[in-house]
């Protein structure tokens, strides 16, 4: 993401699109194909690097979307990606469990392919916004960040909430997979559906930033956030409060994040890529803490330590925002040409 989103900002992303949604084809066959574990982590590595489409997509829809609906329209992007990444571990489970592995990774690169071209015919052409060097491109990933404060201050809440939501999931695996319920791999996968409702409060959140109210929803999610850790504190024997908790985190979290990418986006018309590059890459690292502080805290103290420190992520959270509502986090105006192409 780092070093591939950026490119959407000076290249056509008609064509940019398609091909690394073919290259990722490509990847998604070999791996289907490889004979061997080696041959299969490179593979597996290609993919990794070139599954940045949804990435370039979002900033995308920003570009295309009026000012008066980009919210609603940033939102419907983000909560198709969500659709994908809840419905795709369910369905590659079955069928995985039905058909092999092998399987899942043949289909994964037909739809690929298909997507390649239906998107290659639905993107308009677009000129793009800025010309640099590659080298200039990436360096002003990091200029627009330290420019703008209200960025600065958006990428940390952005990042707090991958990271409780990351740790909340994680641990969850751990809770359904022992006692009292020992729940199998497939039983697991379903509780992500009922994360689905998140793609609802994705198209609703994108309406309450258009309609001025980007800042105080924030702070309503992540109230609605704490609310589902102290739920999900007394969910440890109960399936229906974990199913409650989770849909309560999945709103919250979902809401906030999208929220966040629709204020991002409002600071520049040149860097949307870039911006969505920095948010993606704060995501990132903070959903690779919150797993890695479930799996730390988990042999520690269970249940009970992970919805603590969820707890305590949320209250973080909170102050940062309250702090910030009035002053940081407020988008005041774009960023300047100059702003996001970095030095000239």
């Given at each position: 993401?780092?070093?591939?989103v950026?490119?959407?900002?000076v290249?056509?992303?008609?064509?940019f699109?398609?091909?690394?949604?073919?290259?990722?084809?490509?990847?998604?066959?070999l791996?289907?194909?490889?004979?061997?574990?080696?041959?299969?982590?490179?593979?597996?590595?290609?993919?990794g690097?070139?599954?940045?489409?949804g990435?370039?997509?979002?900033?995308?829809a920003?570009?295309?979307?009026?000012?008066?609906h980009?919210?609603?329209?940033?939102?419907?992007?983000?909560s198709?990606?969500l659709?994908?990444?809840?419905?795709?571990?369910?369905?590659?489970?079955?069928?995985?469990?039905?058909a092999?592995?092998?399987?899942?990774?043949?289909?994964?690169?037909?739809?690929?392919?298909?997507?390649?071209?239906?998107l290659?015919?639905?993107?308009?052409?677009?000129?793009?916004?800025?010309?640099?060097?590659?080298p200039q491109?990436?360096?002003?990933?990091g200029?627009?960040i330290?420019?703008?404060?209200?960025?600065?201050?958006?990428?940390?809440?952005?990042?707090?909430?991958?990271?409780?939501?990351?740790?909340f999931?994680?641990?969850?695996?751990f809770?359904?997979?022992?006692p009292?319920?020992?729940?199998p791999?497939?039983?697991i996968?379903?509780?992500?559906?009922?994360g689905?409702?998140g793609?609802l409060?994705?198209?609703?959140?994108?309406?309450?930033?258009?309609?001025?109210?980007?800042?105080?929803?924030?702070?309503?999610?992540?109230?609605?956030?704490?609310?589902?850790?102290v739920?999900a504190?007394?969910?440890?024997?109960?399936?229906?409060?974990?199913?409650?908790?989770?849909?309560?985190?999945?709103?919250a979290?979902?809401?906030?994040?999208?929220?966040n990418?629709?204020?991002?986006?409002?600071?520049?018309?040149?860097?949307?890529?870039?911006l969505?590059?920095a948010?993606?890459?704060?995501?990132f690292?903070?959903?690779?803490?919150?797993?890695?502080a479930?799996?730390?805290?988990?042999?520690?103290?269970?249940?009970?330590?992970?919805?603590?420190t969820?707890?305590?992520?949320?209250c973080?959270?909170?102050?940062?925002?309250?702090?910030?509502?009035?002053?940081?986090?407020?988008?005041?105006f774009?960023?300047?040409?100059?702003?996001?192409?970095?030095?000239?």
């Open positions: 993401m780092l070093l591939l950026p490119l959407g900002d290249l056509d992303r008609r064509r699109v398609p091909v690394m949604l073919l290259t990722s084809a490509a990847a998604l066959l791996c289907a194909l490889a004979p061997s574990i080696g041959v299969l982590l490179l593979a597996l590595g290609v993919l690097v070139t599954t940045i489409s990435q370039v997509l979002t900033p995308l920003g570009d295309l979307a009026g000012a008066a980009r919210g609603r329209i940033v939102g419907a992007v983000g198709g990606t659709t994908g990444i809840l419905a795709s571990r369910t369905i590659s489970g079955f069928v995985a469990g039905a092999g592995w092998r399987t899942i990774f043949a289909l994964a690169a037909v739809v690929a392919v298909l997507l390649a071209v239906l290659y015919r639905a993107i308009p052409p677009l000129t793009p916004r800025t010309r640099m060097p590659y491109l990436i360096a002003s990933v200029a627009v330290m420019r703008e404060r209200a960025a600065r201050w958006t990428l940390v809440l952005a990042a707090t909430g991958f990271a409780t939501f990351s740790l999931w994680t641990a969850l695996a809770l359904l997979s022992g009292p319920f020992r729940y791999v497939a039983v996968g379903l509780f992500g559906l009922a689905l409702a793609v409060s994705g198209l609703h959140g994108g309406r309450l930033h258009d309609r001025g109210w980007s800042l105080p929803a924030t702070g309503a999610a992540w109230v609605l956030a704490l609310g589902a850790f739920v504190a007394f969910a440890g024997r109960s399936v229906v409060l974990i199913l409650i908790a989770i849909v309560m985190i999945d709103v979290l979902q809401t906030q994040a999208l929220l990418r629709a204020r991002l986006f409002a600071l520049s018309h040149e860097a949307r890529s870039r969505n590059t948010l993606a890459t704060g995501n690292i903070g959903a690779a803490i919150g797993s890695a479930a799996t730390t805290l988990w042999p520690a103290g269970g249940w009970t330590a992970v919805t603590i969820g707890t305590a992520l949320c973080f959270a909170l102050t940062v925002w309250a702090l910030g509502r009035r002053g940081p986090l407020v988008i005041r774009a960023v300047t040409d100059r702003a996001a192409n970095g030095p000239q």
